[in-house]
């Protein structure tokens, strides 16, 4: 195989880049999600995301295994840091399956919806940044990313990133 095939399969196959305990914290602790039934499909056990909302006896269930294969009208919310390299699909299919998300994206992505270079047709607010991640190794490294989500947060704090179908801000 030619060595930049090689180096593009490489980049595109390594999404493991697990959130910060704190980067969790910041952001969700602005949400009331009592009575949501929560689903972290591109998390198992060892996720901080997974041990926040378990840690605030939120009702969760995470499934590390195909996040396509998942019912979602089992659910109210769903809540990750998906694979960068399918993020859009993600999102397009939580979209289709009509299930509410906070997610964590690229700062890339997070620029191109609020300059309507992309388009997902749904409400989104921008929340916190999380600009820091754990690599399987255990070491840190530091990628430009932030929260997204189709619900307004409780204290009001996060911005309109995409108006959504009708454009109203309601
Ligand atoms: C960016 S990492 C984040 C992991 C974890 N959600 C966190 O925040 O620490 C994305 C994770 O999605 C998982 N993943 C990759 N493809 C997936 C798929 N098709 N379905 C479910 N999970 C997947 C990978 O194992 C990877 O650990």
Not at 4 to 23: A, N, P, W
Not at 57 to 78: G, P, T
Not at 136 to 148: L, N, Q
Request: contains cysteine.
């Amino acid at each position: 195989m030619p060595q930049q095939i090689k180096t593009c399969k490489r980049k595109i196959l390594d999404d493991d880049f697990f959130t910060m305990y704190k980067d969790v914290v910041r952001e969700l602790h602005k949400y009331d999600l009592r009575g949501k039934k929560i689903i972290c499909p591109c998390d198992n056990k060892n996720s901080n995301i997974y041990k926040y909302l378990k840690d605030c006896y939120y009702d969760v269930k995470c499934d590390d295994k195909e996040w396509r294969n998942i019912n979602y009208k089992n659910y109210d919310l769903v809540i990750t840091n998906p694979p960068f390299s399918q993020v859009r699909e993600f999102i397009r299919h939580l979209v289709k399956c009509k299930i509410d998300f906070i997610i964590i994206v690229s700062d890339v992505l997070r620029y191109s919806i609020s300059k309507e270079k992309v388009n997902f047709g749904v409400k989104l607010y921008k929340g916190w940044d999380a600009q820091k991640f754990y690599r399987p190794d255990g070491s840190i490294k530091a990628v430009h990313c932030g929260w997204i989500s189709t619900i307004k947060d409780t204290w009001g704090e996060n911005e309109i990133l995409e108006r959504g179908k009708n454009g109203l801000d309601s």
